[in-house]
């Protein structure tokens, strides 16, 4: 599906008409001078100066809100050495959802609980402030292996052959909005009220350090996440994680890539990187259908897919419409806490695009590789 109203730099994948608010927020960006090229993914969603599902590509100027402030957010699948049908009954969904409260809380770890240190990766990574070295030691090192809230989920899921795989979504935790935060009242306002740096310049070089430092720490967080379930699996089921079947991506980055036999700077918000055969994971809502992919590489897109469905309501506006009966019948055939079902309704199936619709009209970006259905959805609240 085309949109004839984009602005010239604008190349757009679409599985509905755009909003007029989201059409509008696009073309704003695409005028400002140092934009080379943009890709909408079909999840688009409107969101605060940059809408979700964007990629974008500039000379020399990073835009944060191009990337967000869960900078790193991604997604991590692994095969478990089961089917679906040892979780597929009351007793052992409600051990699963009992361990996983324990294992990988949503907020932060009891400190008795939390790691002694970080892993060598982050402790071998500088960041630019030490206001910033203090909130890694503190809220990093408590954080590390926890969930957050919102769209972040732990999914156990079954592929065609009924084998049973391990699906999250999580990301930066509080390290990304923290950098973000702190970044951003250093910065500058263009004329649409978007901060940017030259990638050389001071400001510029201490966000890409802080920013390569929330991508490091959100695969951190993925990693030691599965550990923990891994862990919960093997001591009450004897199932263990096939760790060779690992896929590991993320969707909330800047990075200098090469386009058009140029050197960029691409960012992406909500959006996977899709090259020639780089393999991925796109989830639909809690209710329906993921995918395991590998890019095709399509240039015009700057190599990127969707990174979802993408909402169809906002969160107020699912919170209106959306009833708990309504969702408790979305997902009647998943495994979830129905005590808390109240506070789910944002995140209700109906709330997103249907996720068919989203992969046909991606299918020059990527390649479906597996498809695989809900048994048992857990979420923070």
Same mark, same amino acid.
């Given at each position: ?5 984009l ?6 994948w ?6 007029g ?8 960006l ?18 605060r ?6 990629v974008?590509?500039?000379?020399t ?6 990337i967000?402030?869960d900078i ?8 478990l ?29 009891? /400190? ?6 970080l ?11 030490? !206001? ?5 030691? !503190? ?15 732990? @999914? ?17 935790r ?7 935060a ?6 500058a ?22 920013? !390569? ?6 695969r ?14 093997? @001591? ?17 980055h ?5 386009h ?5 700077w ?12 780089? /393999?991925?994971?796109?989830p ?9 992919v ?19 309501l ?12 309504k ?9 979830i806490?129905?005590?808390r ?9 109906s709330a997103?695009k ?8 991606? /299918? ?12 048992l ?5």
């Open positions: 599906m085309k949109d004839s109203d602005h010239e730099k604008i190349q757009a679409l599985s509905e008409p755009l909003p608010e989201v059409r509008a927020s696009l073309n704003r695409a005028t400002h001078d140092d934009v080379r090229y943009m890709a909408v993914m079909p999840d688009v969603h409107l969101a100066h940059v809408c979700v599902g964007t974008m590509a500039t000379a100027q990073i835009f944060p809100a191009a967000g402030g790193g957010c991604g997604m991590l699948a692994v095969a050495t089961a089917d679906a049908d040892r979780i597929n009954n009351p007793l052992a969904a409600a051990k699963i959802l009992s361990g996983l409260y324990e294992c990988v809380p949503a907020g932060r770890h009891r /400190r008795s609980h939390a790691v002694a240190a892993p060598e990766e982050l402790s071998n990574l500088p960041l630019s402030h030490p !206001r910033l070295e203090t909130f890694s030691r !503190r809220d990093g090192r408590v954080q590390l292996g926890t969930l957050g809230r919102g769209n972040h989920f732990v @999914e156990f899921q079954a592929d065609p052959e009924n084998r049973l795989w391990l699906m999250l979504h999580s990301g930066s509080g390290m990304g909005q923290a950098i973000t702190h970044h951003l009242a250093t910065g306002c263009s004329s649409h009220e978007t901060v940017t740096w030259a990638a050389e310049s001071r400001n510029g070089a201490a966000y890409l350090t802080d920013m !390569r430092w929330a991508v490091a720490y959100a951190q967080n993925r990693l030691a996440m599965v550990t923990a379930i891994g862990r919960l699996l093997q @001591e009450e089921f004897a199932i263990d994680l096939q760790l060779n079947t690992l896929i590991h991506c993320d969707h909330n800047v990075r200098q890539e090469t058009f036999g140029r050197e960029l691409v960012h992406r918000k909500g959006a996977l990187p899709a090259t020639a055969g780089e /393999r991925g994971v796109i639909g809502s809690m209710g329906t259908r993921s995918f395991h590998l890019g095709r590489g399509c240039a015009e897109a700057l190599q990127s897919s969707s990174h979802g469905a993408g909402r169809a906002s969160r107020h506006d699912a919170r209106q419409v959306i009833g708990q009966k969702l408790e019948r979305e997902m009647r055939d998943v495994w806490d129905r005590r079902m109240g506070k789910f309704r944002e995140e209700a199936p997103y249907e996720i068919g619709r989203v992969m046909r009209a991606q /299918r020059a970006l990527t390649r479906i590789e597996r498809e695989l259905r809900p048994v959805c857990y979420k923070g609240t």
